[in-house]
């Protein structure tokens, strides 16, 4: 490919850009464009097979005009709008075809790195038994929010907002030794809980999607190693977030701290330092703790805080993770110890680390719309881009078929990530196709007009910063 309009600007190239591939000979015939080879930089494969079309007439997208009555929350507008979330109920939606595709490439991301760090992936059941819940007193003090249900023989359990218990249980059953650890097993799954007011989608859901891991340690130095390692996660996804030190409720433990998307629309209420790092949940300061602001200890979530309390200023966050040191809260209780050489043994240090997957989600959209739409960080768009043909002749339809191929056989990662709009005028006009390309936030759009067919000069749009060039194949 070649832009007839040259060098692209560096910010289009940057955000295509994060590492660069070895590639087959280009279709450019030897250019060395800066777009050229940011386009190249998506090469993430050296797969050469064939992949079909996928096609846009196939997908079930249900795009509508009407917007959700029950909120203004712009993210909650156009999932429902775009055809990514449906209603069920009061709290429980249905994740659409295009949803569940972003909800994966969050979870791989989120399984890369945990695979770095020794993590092994499980899975858990979703309805517990009660008993380790009584074991360890959480059955009496969570509250309302905790869904319970009895089976026929009038045998208790309930929907699992968290797998504390479930998880401290089967590593006790197991009784590893000081030879097997640290152990860091983790989930990605279903949670419930009943909230007294959901709202704003999946953004606060009594059905949620999170990442939950748990780890165990011999000594108390070796979990908080683990504590401070999640970062990565969010900037590969394309979240900036803040740490904040907060309360650990209901699940317990001797640290907590969350992580929180500064925004206008978030729910908690952060006091940040104006002069350092520092960052509070309010009802963490409130609780006590603001005597110790000034004495905050140096760790890789909070740095020295040499600052004042007058110095504090009041924001809004969206929490999308929450991290806990657990100590030895359940693993005492239900029996998690360490064994070493002799007959001695003790309890294992635990923590629990929890990313709202579906949350996370929500908040892309949140932080990045603009009026026209979704705008999605090309690494969990849905699908990278869309081929949209200007006519429906035979000339345009075998010209859009055959600039597909091309583009999945030199750019292998585009293989099932890019659409090929193939619905005629009488589905929908040029401009509404345009329009609802918008709405779904694909990362890139080429648009097949006359020039393709006169001069083989196709348009290409970014979506994130609306720049339009030519390039010609």
Same mark, same amino acid.
């Given at each position: 490919?070649?832009?007839?309009?040259?060098?692209?600007?560096?910010r %289009?190239?940057?955000?295509?850009?994060?590492?660069?591939?070895?590639?087959?000979?280009?279709?450019?015939?030897g $250019?060395?464009?800066?777009?050229?080879?940011?386009?190249?930089?998506?090469?993430?494969?050296t797969n050469?097979?064939?992949?079909?079309r996928?096609?846009?007439?196939?997908?079930f997208?249900?795009?509508?005009?009407?917007?959700? +009555?029950?909120?203004?929350? +712009?993210?909650?507008?156009?999932?429902?709008?775009?055809?990514?979330?449906?209603?069920?109920?009061?709290?429980?939606?249905?994740?659409?075809?295009?949803?569940? +595709?972003v909800?994966?490439?969050?979870?791989?991301?989120?399984?890369?790195?945990?695979?770095?760090?020794?993590?092994?992936?499980?899975?858990?059941?979703?309805?517990?038994?009660?008993?380790?819940?009584?074991?360890?007193?959480?059955?009496?003090?969570?509250?309302?929010?905790? %869904?319970?249900?009895?089976?026929?023989?009038?045998?208790?359990?309930?929907?699992?907002?968290?797998?504390?218990?479930?998880?401290? $249980?089967?590593?006790?059953?197991?009784?590893?030794?000081?030879?097997?650890l640290?152990?860091?097993?983790?989930?990605?799954?279903?949670?419930?809980r009943?909230?007294a007011?959901?709202?704003?989608?999946?953004?606060?859901?009594?059905?949620?999607?999170?990442?939950?891991?748990?780890?165990?340690?011999?000594?108390?130095?070796?979990?908080?190693?683990?504590?401070?390692?999640?970062?990565?996660? %969010?900037?590969?996804?394309?979240?900036?977030?803040?740490?904040?030190?907060?309360?650990?409720?209901?699940?317990?433990?001797?640290?907590?701290?969350?992580?929180?998307?500064?925004?206008?629309?978030?729910?908690?209420d952060?006091?940040?330092?104006?002069?350092?790092?520092?960052?509070?949940?309010?009802?963490?300061?409130?609780?006590?703790?603001?005597?110790?602001?000034?004495?905050?200890?140096?760790?890789?979530?909070?740095?020295?805080? *040499?600052?004042?309390k007058e110095?504090?200023?009041?924001?809004?966050?969206?929490?999308?993770?929450?991290?806990?040191?657990?100590g030895?809260?359940?693993?005492?209780?239900?029996?998690?110890?360490?064994?070493?050489?002799?007959?001695?043994?003790? *309890?294992?240090?635990?923590?629990?680390?929890?990313?709202?997957?579906?949350?996370? @989600? /929500?908040?892309?959209?949140?932080?990045? /719309?603009?009026?026209?739409?979704?705008?999605?960080p090309?690494?969990?768009?849905?699908?990278?881009?869309?081929?949209?043909?200007?006519?429906? $002749?035979?000339?345009?339809?075998?010209?859009?078929? $055959?600039?597909?191929?091309?583009?999945?056989?030199?750019?292998? /990662?585009?293989?099932?990530?890019?659409?090929?709009?193939? +619905?005629?005028?009488?589905?929908?006009?040029?401009?509404a196709?345009?329009?609802?390309?918008?709405?779904?936030?694909?990362? %890139?759009? @080429?648009?097949?007009?006359?020039?393709?067919?006169?001069?083989g000069?196709?348009?290409?749009?970014?979506?994130?910063?609306?720049?339009?060039?030519?390039?010609?194949?």
């Amino acid at each position: 490919l070649m832009f007839r309009s040259g060098v692209l600007s560096a910010r %289009f190239a940057t955000w295509f850009t994060p590492r660069l591939y070895t590639v087959p000979a280009c279709l450019c015939s030897g $250019s060395s464009s800066t777009v050229c080879r940011s386009i190249h930089a998506l090469s993430g494969t050296t797969n050469q097979q064939q992949s079909h079309r996928i096609r846009r007439s196939q997908l079930f997208i249900p795009v509508g005009r009407d917007d959700p +009555r029950e909120t203004t929350l +712009r993210s909650h507008i156009l999932m429902t709008r775009a055809g990514l979330i449906h209603r069920s109920a009061t709290g429980v939606y249905s994740m659409l075809p295009a949803a569940t +595709r972003v909800l994966s490439k969050v979870e791989r991301i989120i399984d890369k790195h945990l695979s770095v760090i020794g993590c092994n992936k499980l899975s858990m059941p979703l309805l517990l038994p009660s008993d380790l819940w009584k074991e360890t007193g959480r059955w009496d003090s969570v509250g309302p929010e905790l %869904f319970r249900v009895n089976d026929r023989h009038d045998v208790e359990y309930c929907l699992a907002p968290t797998h504390e218990e479930a998880i401290t $249980s089967i590593v006790s059953d197991f009784a590893p030794s000081k030879k097997t650890l640290p152990l860091r097993l983790y989930q990605t799954g279903k949670k419930y809980r009943d909230e007294a007011r959901p709202r704003y989608g999946i953004m606060r859901a009594r059905e949620f999607i999170m990442k939950d891991l748990y780890t165990f340690d011999e000594t108390k130095e070796l979990a908080l190693k683990t504590y401070c390692a999640y970062h990565k996660i %969010f900037n590969e996804i394309g979240l900036d977030v803040v740490v904040a030190a907060a309360d650990s409720g209901n699940i317990g433990g001797q640290l907590s701290h969350e992580f929180h998307v500064l925004s206008d629309v978030g729910e908690d209420d952060l006091l940040s330092c104006s002069r350092c790092e520092y960052t509070a949940n309010v009802e963490w300061v409130a609780s006590d703790h603001l005597d110790n602001i000034t004495s905050n200890p140096s760790s890789c979530l909070n740095p020295p805080s *040499p600052c004042d309390k007058e110095l504090l200023v009041q924001r809004k966050g969206i929490e999308v993770g929450h991290l806990f040191y657990l100590g030895s809260k359940y693993s005492q209780v239900l029996g998690a110890v360490v064994r070493g050489m002799g007959s001695e043994s003790h *309890p294992m240090e635990m923590g629990c680390y929890g990313l709202g997957v579906s949350r996370i @989600v /929500a908040t892309v959209v949140e932080q990045y /719309a603009d009026e026209k739409g979704m705008r999605w960080p090309k690494s969990i768009a849905p699908f990278q881009g869309v081929i949209v043909p200007l006519l429906d $002749s035979v000339e345009f339809t075998e010209l859009a078929n $055959s600039l597909y191929d091309e583009l999945i056989h030199r750019i292998p /990662a585009l293989n099932d990530d890019l659409v090929l709009d193939d +619905r005629d005028r009488k589905q929908m006009s040029l401009g509404a196709k345009l329009t609802e390309a918008d709405i779904l936030g694909y990362p %890139f759009q @080429v648009v097949v007009g006359k020039r393709a067919l006169s001069e083989g000069v196709f348009e290409l749009q970014h979506r994130f910063t609306g720049e339009k060039v030519f390039l010609r194949r």
